[in-house]
């Protein structure tokens, strides 16, 4: 009798977006837990220009290493995109002729920002008819263009802070009047890309209504997205959530929520703060106990609205005035075994090799093409 195979997974990382380098790492994390006696990983590459290659699966690679970042390089095996109708991946070698590297049996995209968790690697995979873990298209989109999501969230009443969206048609012929509305939203501001992760292109502004200031925010958050959004400040203490769809079809299971400790010397949470510095979580974080569970019910709600699938992390501010505010949703948070969202679930009793494999399992569970 012909010994079963194993399960092939893609792991798919990288990416061309300014969270390229924190997708390297996420993806060593869930390499070095996969089961390899159930699964046989394909680690995928994607290189900033957007080159596809076949890699090492060696996790100590993918990982920070005394402050350096790893990166996707373009020496690996080339592979030829997009997958086939069998959902096989070519091999392609200078003057040679493509050749089959095996069929896939599902794809974790684990790509952070633009590029990747924003819809367009998903839509790829469903044209293709490749299984892959976490949320489709419409969520993924709509869950990494901020605006979107808060406007999804104010139709389900969901609280968010309030902002003002910027395109970059308005800020090149409406300027002016781009000013004058941010100005009224009055105290201090957070002026971010609208499709960006990882605290990339962040600014703090001390007062709405310092047009300098304000000018030189959305001009920094420009030059990672010509979307942005000014966002008021929420005075209180931030606060995460981890959701996973529900193993039998029921509502969402959600962890138990962790609060954020940002390290002495930074202003606000900002990448270098999130990854190269000493802050915190504290998990389950000291709340009053109806407000971990309003928290937790809005994390599920907020999972739900957009539509999402597979997994997902919540941020909160939980206000000093006790009102709850939700700050976004990340349909591919940051994965590594120090990250909040498997930190999150180990407090409430899946352990990170459990939880990877479950979100493989729930993946293979989908059917493939549109969601």
Same mark, same amino acid.
């Given at each position: 009798m012909a010994e079963q195979r194993k399960i092939r997974v893609a792991v798919v990382f990288g990416g061309r977006s300014s969270e390229h380098e924190i997708s390297c790492v996420t993806a060593g994390g869930v390499i070095s837990v996969i089961d390899t006696d159930r699964y046989e990983v394909l680690p995928i590459g994607i290189t900033r220009e957007g080159?596809?290659?076949?890699?090492?699966?060696?996790?100590?690679?993918?990982?920070?290493?005394?402050?350096?970042?790893?990166?996707?390089?373009?020496?690996?095996?080339?592979?030829?995109?997009?997958?086939?109708?069998?959902?096989?991946?070519?091999?392609?070698?200078?003057?040679?002729?493509?050749?089959r590297l095996g069929q896939v049996d599902v794809v974790l995209p684990?790509?952070?920002?633009?590029?990747?968790?924003?819809? &367009?690697?998903?839509?790829?995979?469903?044209?293709?008819?490749?299984?892959?873990?976490?949320?489709g298209v419409f969520a993924s989109a709509a869950s990494m263009d901020k605006v979107f999501m808060k406007a999804i969230l104010a139709g389900h009443g969901i609280r968010t802070g309030a902002y003002v969206a910027v395109t970059d048609r308005?800020?090149?012929?409406?300027r002016k009047r781009?000013?004058?509305?941010?100005?009224?939203?009055?105290? &201090?501001?957070?002026?971010?890309?609208?499709?960006?992760?990882?605290?990339?292109?962040?600014?703090?502004?001390?007062?709405?209504?310092?047009?300098?200031?304000?000018?030189?925010?959305?001009?920094?958050a420009r030059e990672h997205d010509p979307k942005v959004i000014a966002e008021v400040a929420v005075s209180g203490r931030e606060i995460e959530c981890g959701v996973l769809e529900s193993a039998d079809g029921g509502a969402p299971d959600v962890s138990l929520p962790a609060e954020i400790h940002v390290a002495e010397g930074f202003e606000f949470y900002d990448f270098t703060a999130k990854y190269l510095s000493t802050s915190s979580l504290t998990i389950p974080a000291r709340l009053p106990a109806e407000a971990v569970e309003e928290i937790?019910?809005?994390?599920?709600? &907020?999972?739900?609205?957009?539509?999402?699938?597979?997994?997902?992390?919540?941020d909160f501010f939980y206000g000093d005035d006790?009102?709850?505010?939700?700050?976004?949703?990340?349909?591919?948070?940051?994965? &590594?075994?120090?990250?909040?969202?498997?930190?999150?679930?180990?407090?409430?009793?899946?352990?990170?090799?459990?939880?990877v494999d479950r979100i493989i399992?729930?993946?293979l569970e989908r059917e493939p093409g549109l969601r």
């Open positions: 080159g596809w290659v076949l890699t090492s699966s060696d996790s100590e690679q993918l990982a920070i290493t005394e402050g350096r970042l790893p990166t996707v390089e373009g020496d690996g095996t080339r592979l030829a995109l997009p997958f086939d109708e069998s959902a096989e991946l070519l091999i392609v070698e200078p003057d040679a002729v493509p050749r684990l790509l952070h920002g633009p590029f990747g968790e924003d819809g &367009t690697i998903q839509g790829l995979l469903e044209m293709m008819g490749a299984r892959y873990a976490g949320a308005e800020w090149r012929r409406e781009v000013l004058d509305d941010i100005a009224e939203l009055g105290g &201090t501001l957070f002026v971010k890309p609208a499709r960006a992760g990882s605290s990339v292109g962040i600014s703090k502004v001390g007062d709405a209504a310092d047009t300098d200031a304000v000018i030189a925010a959305i001009e920094a937790r019910r809005l994390a599920g709600r &907020t999972f739900e609205a957009v539509g999402c699938e597979g997994l997902a992390r919540v006790g009102e709850i505010y939700v700050n976004e949703i990340n349909t591919m948070p940051g994965f &590594t075994p120090s990250s909040a969202f498997p930190q999150m679930w180990a407090a409430t009793g899946v352990d990170y090799p459990n939880l399992q729930t993946a």
